[in-house]
């Protein structure tokens, strides 16, 4: 009998044990992993005047640079809402929506200061706009990326939670403190861990609106509801 209780007590122990580390992990919100270990991309902090930042702005105040920094972040996300749709859990689409709803009134007063900025170190106005126009076009371009796409999707999505969730006037402060970071992960890193491992592929459900009637797949128009989708490899 003492031994029965024993066991007892140590299941009970054990269950509890678990119990804890299932709410644990269940506190954990879920998020895209590419790789068992990724690259730490982390950087300092910019001021918009470090090359490879984005496109120079010649004699530009700290304001300028600030708002050149923040409309590069604004690219970034709206690249990774383009690009990084292949892996659903990142919410790169929903959360840029959000942030040019929640930041509007900052990033419309950076776009004006831009527009400022070019229209005074140009020597007409049409020349003011036609740079004002190259700016954008390089900026955008300058965050597409094939082979970095895991490593820069995964930044970005983080990146757009954190601009989420920022208070109205803080997404500057953001763009300042993360640029260096989303640069960084346009280079290919691939697996830390266990450089040359193959990730095991993962499967999702289809989310076409068309495939599911409330809350049931409709399996009879899209057929099987589980999609394969193949994670990075170095």
């Known amino acids: 009998m003492r031994n029965t209780g024993y066991v007892g007590m140590v299941g009970r122990r054990v269950a509890s044990v678990l119990l804890a580390g299932a709410m644990t992990v269940a506190a954990v919100p879920a998020s895209a992993q590419f790789f068992f270990k990724s690259k730490d991309l982390s950087g300092q902090p910019v001021t918009g005047l470090e090359p490879g930042i984005g496109q120079p702005l010649p ?30 859990t990142l919410l790169t ?17 950076s776009f004006d200061t831009l527009t400022k900025y070019f229209a005074r170190v140009a020597k007409t106005k049409k020349d003011g706009q036609t740079a004002l126009d190259q700016f954008g076009t390089r900026t955008y371009s300058g965050f597409a990326t094939v082979a970095a ?40 890193w691939g697996e830390q861990q266990f450089p040359g491992a193959q990730v095991m592929p993962a499967a999702l459900p289809r989310f076409d609106k068309a495939c599911w009637k409330k809350d049931e797949f409709d399996t009879r128009k899209c057929g ?11």
């Open 93 to 109: 689409v929903t959360n840029y929506n959000a942030i040019l709803t929640d930041h509007k009134a900052e990033l419309a007063s």
């Open 149 to 188: 796409q895991y490593g820069f999707c995964t930044t970005a999505g983080r990146i757009g939670r954190e601009a989420l969730y920022a208070p109205r006037g803080a997404f500057g402060d953001i763009a300042l403190g993360r640029m260096r970071e989303l640069r960084n992960s346009l280079t290919p």
């Open 59 to 88: 004699g530009a105040t700290p304001a300028e640079l600030r708002a050149g920094v923040v409309w590069n972040m604004r690219a970034a996300l709206n690249v990774a809402a383009l690009q990084c749709q292949f892996e659903p």
């Open 224 to 234: 099987e509801p589980i999609v394969p989708v193949v994670y990075a490899a170095r």
